[in-house]
């Protein structure tokens, strides 16, 4: 990968909750193997994103998958024997991880996150308009999966109110339902609370889903991937315990914030920058916009 910086391991663990800065390889070797009941995992897409520290476009596709392969085994290792995990990639990659993993694990459903963006306007071919997810299982007979934890409205019943006369005795359709495997969920805009400086954050009604559904109360998520440690946030809410890495300083402290609550990290403030809109003052918001750019 181009431009990765030199870098120490950085760790804080509160409540439950351990934070690594550090190279996926380095961070996932300080896991015990067989420890986590859920991984979710968010890599670099191999698509050119500019992260903090990191340029997320390798030499040729071979090297980006080849880096994919080895944290993906590694990756398996940590989880227990009744665990799973939930994976992403770029569409393009998305059938390469398919093939590798379904020797590996089982593949129990191929999901589709579908958003509708503005910023994606393609003129001469259908412009890309969702994200693949493999959610995939150890043991298929032996796994968490919380299905009255995540159901959702059921059209026909609930705003329909049909009733299926086919039954012996006619009965009103359900009302909820467990999701299909296409989910719609709104990426993070820029006036969302949750907005973090990240580009490629994560919705934290996305990791919701996954986590109540594969997890219990006290199960411990790991996230090789941390970005703004959405997953990590969304464990705490959940009262699951979390492990997440990332490479970046920057993103590392918006972990401290977001998960742990630390507003001082090495005499920097964690502190959100406040958004254009919450400037009053002209000069300041210049400055940002600057800073920005
Ligand atoms: C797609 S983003 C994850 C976004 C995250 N799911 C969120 O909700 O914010 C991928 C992350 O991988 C991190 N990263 C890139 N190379 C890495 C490496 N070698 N080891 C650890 N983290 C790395 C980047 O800093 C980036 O934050």
Same mark, same amino acid.
């Given at each position: 990968?181009?431009?990765?910086?030199?870098?120490?391991?950085?760790?804080?663990?509160?409540?439950?909750?351990?934070?690594?800065?550090?190279?996926?390889?380095?961070?996932?070797?300080?896991?015990?193997?067989?420890?986590?009941?859920?991984?979710?995992?968010?890599?670099?897409?191999?698509?050119?994103?500019?992260?903090?520290?990191?340029?997320?476009? &390798?030499?040729?596709?071979?090297?980006?998958?080849? &880096?994919?392969?080895? &944290?993906?085994?590694?990756?398996?290792?940590?989880?227990?024997?009744?665990?799973?995990?939930?994976?992403?990639?770029?569409?393009?990659?998305?059938?390469?991880?398919?093939?590798?993993?379904?020797?590996?694990?089982?593949?129990?459903?191929?999901?589709? &996150?579908?958003?509708?963006?503005?910023?994606?306007?393609?003129?001469?071919?259908?412009?890309?308009?969702?994200?693949?997810?493999?959610?995939?299982?150890?043991?298929?007979?032996?796994?968490?999966?919380?299905?009255?934890?995540?159901?959702?409205?059921?059209?026909?019943?609930?705003?329909?109110?049909?009733?299926?006369?086919?039954?012996?005795?006619?009965?009103?359709?359900?009302?909820?339902?467990?999701?299909?495997?296409?989910?719609?969920?709104?990426?993070?805009?820029?006036?969302?609370?949750?907005?973090?400086?990240?580009?490629?954050?994560?919705?934290?009604?996305?990791?919701?889903?996954?986590?109540?559904?594969?997890?219990?109360?006290?199960?411990?998520?790991?996230?090789?991937?941390?970005?703004?440690?959405?997953?990590?946030?969304?464990?705490?809410?959940?009262?699951?315990?979390?492990?997440?890495?990332?490479?970046?300083?920057?993103?590392?402290?918006?972990?401290?914030?977001?998960?742990?609550?630390?507003?001082?990290?090495?005499?920097?403030?964690?502190?959100?920058?406040?958004?254009?809109?919450?400037?009053?003052?002209?000069?300041?918001?210049?400055?940002?916009?600057?800073?920005?750019?």
């Amino acid at each position: 990968m181009i431009c990765t910086l030199e870098k120490t391991v950085e760790k804080t663990i509160i409540n439950g909750h351990l934070l690594i800065c550090a190279d996926v390889f380095e961070g996932l070797s300080l896991i015990p193997d067989d420890s986590v009941d859920l991984v979710f995992v968010d890599p670099p897409y191999n698509i050119g994103k500019i992260f903090h520290n990191t340029h997320d476009k &390798w030499k040729n596709d071979d090297d980006y998958l080849n &880096w994919c392969y080895k &944290w993906i085994d590694i990756c398996i290792k940590k989880i227990k024997k009744n665990g799973s995990m939930y994976i992403m990639t770029s569409t393009q990659f998305m059938p390469y991880f398919d093939i590798y993993i379904r020797n590996k694990l089982s593949i129990l459903s191929r999901i589709v &996150w579908a958003y509708d963006s503005s910023g994606v306007q393609a003129k001469k071919y259908f412009g890309s308009m969702y994200e693949p997810i493999l959610f995939c299982v150890k043991d298929e007979k032996n796994y968490c999966f919380n299905s009255d934890a995540i159901l959702v409205e059921a059209k026909t019943g609930a705003k329909r109110k049909l009733i299926d006369y086919r039954k012996p005795i006619p009965t009103p359709y359900n009302t909820e339902k467990v999701p299909g495997n296409v989910w719609d969920f709104a990426r993070v805009r820029y006036r969302m609370e949750e907005y973090e400086n990240h580009p490629t954050q994560k919705p934290t009604a996305l990791l919701e889903r996954i986590i109540k559904a594969s997890s219990n109360e006290g199960d411990t998520i790991l996230d090789p991937f941390s970005g703004s440690f959405t997953t990590s946030f969304v464990a705490n809410e959940l009262g699951r315990k979390s492990i997440g890495i990332d490479i970046s300083d920057e993103y590392y402290k918006i972990g401290l914030r977001r998960v742990l609550g630390i507003k001082e990290h090495n005499g920097e403030s964690t502190e959100r920058e406040p958004k254009i809109y919450e400037i009053k003052n002209t000069s300041e918001q210049m400055s940002l916009f600057e800073r920005a750019k």
